[in-house]
């Protein structure tokens, strides 16, 4: 059975569970909703409510639900060998193929790939790299790793320290030492009156002087989201990247650019960075390298970099699933459906620009202050004033807005009074216009 007993399962809940990133006082006072199964970009859940979700489950089910040829995958791969570590010079095919089919359409000049179970395991696997690789070339001075304020990369203690997201660092005494951090270029909700290129150019240069201020000689790294997601789709100037990556190159720091929610498809090129035109040397990867079907995540590594790794012994890092064979076969599979059925490109040429013009109709409701997107991601700022960007005070919209999208039939997130959406790569026009009409309805119903 997979609809009915919701109090049952919410009773277990209350019981027994603890779940991520909620309230447990409200989730308790309510109850979770519970999802039973999915087929395409729709959940269902224990109501028999049909729900379109605008999220792809938390960024990651690019090829959308109920891919037979994933499920196949991993249960012949599970009859093969369900398990193997890579540790102590071990290896299995389905983790070597995998490595080769990510050189293929990875940025040129990355063709070695670190594999974890996760984004957050994969930051934690560039702090150490990083430094790692420093100490090799007889720099060891070099550990500091500036990220941005808002910025997310994971829920680990060395994920949540590189990111930005104060009340995470409250909990927990973080960041860990060796972590510097600079604004981010949130034009919509940081930039005044401010032209916008000029913003952008105005927040790359704080990476010159933050360089500056900690010392050339210590600074190690800098890492960032392409676009960030969950610090609220924030799509930074076209003056942005370019003043980055001048001011990388200038001082010999490596780049790395946390790939999770970009990676593969999400701006209608495979990366964020191809997007961008930037050369990163590390990129964390995770969400949509398996579509979400089974944890796995991975770091795809600059030649030059992995050729200074392999000048420096033992890396002593790494992860009982690191690779995890089930979760390669299952990458593999999700990376030839991409391939075959030219969703990147369906992407960039259809589905996106049309995602694209459709949300922007949303600016004309009174809620709205902007509605911006950029691919296979859109966001809604909810302001009192659209003139003067002014939020309401002492209500939080954005939640009741999503509250409404859900027993509406569709998923949008909340950041605060930021709505987002990221929807599955293989959405169609006609379920983006009921996207955007479902949007539109809550918006009204939250007004
Ligand atoms: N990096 C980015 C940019 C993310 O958005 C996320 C998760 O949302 C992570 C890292 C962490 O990934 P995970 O939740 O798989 O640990």
């Known amino acids: 059975m997979t609809e009915g007993n919701t109090q049952h399962w919410q009773a277990l809940g209350r019981r027994h569970h603890l779940p991520p990133f909620s309230d447990y006082k409200a989730l308790n006072a309510k109850g979770s909703r519970i999802i039973t199964r999915a087929e395409g970009v729709y959940l269902w859940d224990s109501a028999g409510n049909r729900i379109l979700d605008g999220m792809a489950g938390l960024w990651c089910v690019n090829v959308g639900y109920g891919r037979e040829e994933l499920v196949q995958a991993a249960a012949r791969q599970m009859r093969e060998l ?45 702090l150490r790299m990083v430094r790692h690789y420093w100490a090799v070339k007889g720099q060891p001075q070099k550990q500091v790793i500036i990220g941005r304020w808002n910025g997310y990369h994971g829920s680990t203690v060395a994920g949540a320290s590189l990111g930005g997201m104060k009340a995470m660092h409250g909990q927990g005494g973080l960041p860990i030492p060796g972590i510097e951090h600079i604004d981010q270029p949130y034009w919509y909700g940081e930039g ?17 002087q933050k360089i500056l201020q900690v010392g050339v000689e210590k600074v190690a790294a800098f890492i960032a989201e392409p676009i960030q997601g969950a610090g609220g789709v924030i799509i930074p100037p076209d003056s942005y990247w370019p003043k980055i990556h001048e001011i990388l190159a200038r001082y010999d720091i490596l780049f790395i650019a946390d790939e999770v929610i970009c990676g593969f498809g999400r701006t209608g090129e495979w990366f964020g960075s191809d997007y961008y035109g930037s050369a990163p040397d590390l990129m964390p990867i995770a969400k949509g390298l398996t579509s ?34 089930v979760a390669a076969a299952v990458a593999l599979e999700n990376l030839r459906i991409l391939k075959r059925e030219g969703i990147i490109d369906r992407v960039r040429t259809h589905t996106a620009p049309y995602l694209q ?26 302001v009192k004033d659209k003139r003067t960007r002014t939020r309401f ?9 999503r509250e409404h999208c859900l027993d509406n039939g569709l998923v949008m997130r909340a950041v605060g009074d930021t709505l987002i959406i990221s929807p599955p790569l293989v959405i169609s026009e006609a379920q983006i216009d009921e996207l955007v009409s479902k949007a539109r309805l809550c918006l009204d119903l939250t007004a």
């Open 393 to 401: 005070s002492g209500i939080e919209l954005g939640m009741r807005c």
């Open 192 to 208: 005044g009156d401010e032209d916008p290129e000029a913003f952008g150019v105005r927040m790359a240069e704080q990476l010159e």
């Open 82 to 126: 369900p398990y193997y570590n890579l540790f102590f010079q071990t290896a299995h095919p389905p983790v070597l193929e995998l490595a080769e089919a990510i050189a293929e359409i990875a940025p040129a000049g990355m063709t070695h790939v670190f594999f974890t179970g996760s984004g957050s395991e994969s930051n934690d696997t560039v």
């Open 292 to 325: 979400g079907y089974v944890p796995m995540g991975g770091v795809i590594v600059r030649d030059e970099v992995a050729a200074v790794l392999n000048e420096g012994g033992e890396f002593f890092h790494g992860f009982t699933y690191s690779g995890h064979p």
């Open 357 to 382: 013009r459709r949300w922007r109709e949303l600016a004309d409701h009174p809620l709205v202050g902007e509605a911006r997107g950029l691919g296979m991601l859109g966001a809604l700022e909810l």
